[in-house]
């Protein structure tokens, strides 16, 4: 029998990317749709934001939306709950969740909590050690898994196997964000329409604490340093980054490439139903990746890279692009809660 899941923003870009994700999935089914008391008791495809070109599923669309409550859990006889609600009000909602079932969230507010795994199945699945300390410093039956932000998964990934042959001194990252990334009601027509905007609130912090608490170990963060310059470009889905990496040691470029291509996980060696078979594809065009043709690889779930140089020793640059709305962010989150369903941790 599949575990039931509910999501708590269905309504929203990366609630959306949910149901999509779930609707066959082999574990997991949709057990509840939950948003905000303005979509509460209608039927879900009156209230979606809904922007996949593939419709609304039939099972879905007449669904009734719940407004977001624990009393749910009970109701729908939930295992688990995927999380996309802002920030600022998952605190209090993601812990009254926890103290039940397990929570698997793309919200920021608690990634930085020492008790809370920041987790990218490939990279660092060891850090699912920390929901034992979780449940017991807290006193929940659930726990919190929490996956980074859109725009630092996508440059951790390929982070990860240089600094684990070649070290890293430094990270410099300049990234083109899309627009889903804001979220439905992110950023007005007329303020990007022929324009880039070069500041995103809080973005570039996210990516500077969160790569080096996932790419450090349990107990510490990583120690080298990380600049992050955020930008809002025209595009709808795919986030694009120039990397710039100071190396310890030097490199050879068609060594890294291969170090790319074969690059693989836990998610891969379990076959987790979400994983990709190649979580880094490696890109030799000239002018490769670009969201248009490339975000979709792997099912949403690959990061391409390409344009990778070796500009004087020690000195590598490349540009990468992941889908912004299915590995950073329901993509990630329903990954993490496969390896840990894998793990037997719920
Ligand atoms: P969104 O499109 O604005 O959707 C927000 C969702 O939260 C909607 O379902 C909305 O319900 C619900 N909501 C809003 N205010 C609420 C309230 N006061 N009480 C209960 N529910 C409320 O946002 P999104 O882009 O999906 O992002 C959701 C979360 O994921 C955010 O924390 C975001 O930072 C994070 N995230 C987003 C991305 C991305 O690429 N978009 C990537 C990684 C992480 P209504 O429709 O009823 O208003």
């Given at each position: 029998?599949?575990?039931?899941?509910g999501?708590l923003?269905?309504?929203?870009?990366?609630?959306?990317?949910?149901?999509?994700?779930?609707?066959?999935?082999?574990?997991?089914?949709?057990?509840?749709?939950?948003?905000?008391?303005?979509?509460?008791?209608?039927?879900?495809?009156?209230?979606?934001?809904?922007?996949?070109?593939?419709?609304?599923?039939?099972?879905?669309?007449?669904?009734?939306?719940?407004?977001?409550?624990?009393?749910?859990?009970?109701?729908?006889?939930?295992?688990l709950v995927f999380s996309?609600?802002?920030?600022?009000?998952a605190?209090?909602i993601e812990g009254s969740f926890a103290?039940e079932i397990p929570v698997f969230s793309?919200t920021?507010?608690y990634?930085?909590?020492?008790?809370?795994?920041?987790?990218?199945?490939?990279?660092?699945?060891?850090?699912?050690?920390?929901?034992?300390?979780?449940?017991?410093?807290?006193?929940w039956?659930g726990f919190i898994v929490t996956?980074?932000?859109?725009?630092?998964?996508?440059?951790?990934?390929?982070?990860?196997?240089?600094?684990?042959?070649?070290?890293?001194?430094?990270?410099?990252?300049?990234?083109?964000?899309?627009?889903?990334?804001?979220?439905?009601?992110?950023?007005?027509?007329?303020?990007?329409?022929?324009?880039?905007?070069?500041?995103?609130?809080?973005?570039?912090?996210?990516?500077?604490?969160?790569?080096?608490?996932?790419?450090?170990?349990?107990?510490?963060?990583?120690?080298?340093?990380?600049?992050?310059?955020?930008?809002?470009?025209?595009?709808?889905?795919?986030?694009?980054?120039?990397?710039?990496?100071?190396?310890?040691?030097?490199?050879?470029?068609?060594?890294?490439?291969?170090?790319?291509?074969?690059?693989?996980?836990?998610?891969?060696?379990?076959?987790?139903?979400?994983?990709?078979?190649?979580?880094?594809?490696?890109?030799?065009?000239?002018?490769?990746?670009?969201?248009?043709?490339?975000?979709?690889?792997?099912?949403?779930?690959?990061?391409?890279?390409?344009?990778?140089?070796?500009?004087?020793?020690?000195?590598?640059?490349?540009?990468?692009?992941?889908?912004?709305?299915?590995?950073?962010?329901?993509?990630?989150s329903?990954?993490?809660?496969?390896?840990?369903?894998?793990?037997?941790?719920?």
């Amino acid at each position: 029998m599949k575990l039931k899941a509910g999501i708590l923003g269905a309504t929203g870009m990366v609630g959306q990317r949910f149901i999509q994700l779930l609707e066959e999935h082999p574990w997991f089914e949709i057990g509840a749709l939950m948003a905000s008391s303005r979509s509460a008791g209608k039927m879900y495809k009156e209230v979606a934001k809904w922007y996949l070109k593939e419709g609304i599923p039939k099972g879905i669309s007449e669904m009734i939306v719940e407004e977001i409550d624990k009393k749910v859990i009970e109701k729908f006889d939930l295992d688990l709950v995927f999380s996309a609600i802002p920030s600022d009000i998952a605190r209090e909602i993601e812990g009254s969740f926890a103290l039940e079932i397990p929570v698997f969230s793309n919200t920021a507010t608690y990634r930085m909590d020492d008790d809370v795994p920041l987790i990218i199945p490939e990279v660092n699945p060891e850090h699912l050690s920390l929901i034992k300390k979780q449940k017991e410093k807290r006193g929940w039956d659930g726990f919190i898994v929490t996956n980074p932000n859109c725009t630092t998964i996508g440059l951790v990934i390929p982070l990860k196997p240089i600094v684990d042959k070649f070290g890293i001194e430094w990270v410099n990252v300049a990234t083109m964000q899309a627009l889903s990334g804001a979220g439905y009601d992110g950023v007005p027509s007329m303020a990007i329409l022929d324009n880039v905007i070069p500041f995103i609130r809080n973005e570039e912090e996210k990516v500077e604490v969160e790569t080096a608490k996932i790419l450090g170990s349990v107990n510490k963060t990583a120690d080298f340093d990380i600049f992050a310059s955020c930008n809002r470009v025209n595009v709808r889905d795919g986030h694009t980054e120039s990397v710039f990496v100071k190396t310890e040691e030097d490199f050879d470029v068609e060594d890294l490439k291969e170090r790319f291509r074969k690059f693989r996980g836990e998610p891969q060696e379990l076959k987790l139903p979400t994983a990709p078979d190649r979580p880094i594809v490696v890109m030799e065009k000239e002018d490769r990746p670009q969201p248009i043709f490339d975000r979709d690889l792997g099912n949403g779930m690959s990061v391409s890279v390409g344009r990778i140089r070796r500009k004087k020793s020690q000195l590598l640059k490349f540009t990468c692009l992941s889908h912004n709305t299915i590995r950073g962010a329901a993509g990630a989150s329903v990954l993490n809660a496969e390896l840990a369903y894998k793990k037997k941790l719920f």
